[in-house]
């Protein structure tokens, strides 16, 4: 009487297809982590612009309108209006969003805030660019987001 079951053939295959088959999910762990790092750190960046955006929207207004003010909370120099040169502040920040205006060793961002030049008319708004990037150490940044602020401060 033959007894019903795998042979050594089918046993040998059924072993190579599932060894193939860990070693293409294994091989894309790395691949998935690093995806998920670089949405981490994209998150947080965009985190950052949306808070600076915030702060720089909330600096009241100054008495005569449109004077040179530092924004409340990161005290961003927000230069006098009209702005007539590139005017360019940076703050490192870490992963708790403490800032300073000089990098150290928790720095993890770079913020990058460049106020244009906005013509000779006083009641135009003032414009900034904003770039958060990291490593903040890097020459070369592994990342970067970035957003454009108009702020009406007449």
Partial sequence: MKRGGFSLVEVTLALGVAAFCLIVVFGLIPVGLRSNQAAVEQTAAVGILSSIAADLRATPRTSPAGQKV????????????PVTTQSVATLFLDENGNWSKTADARSRYRLTVTFSPNGLDARRATLAHLKVSWPSSAAQPVGYAESFVALDRN
């Avoid at 909370?73 to 006098?80: H, L, M, Q």
Wanted: proline residues 8%.
């Fill in 70 to 81: 530092a924004s409340q909370r990161y005290a961003i120099d927000i230069p006098a209006n």
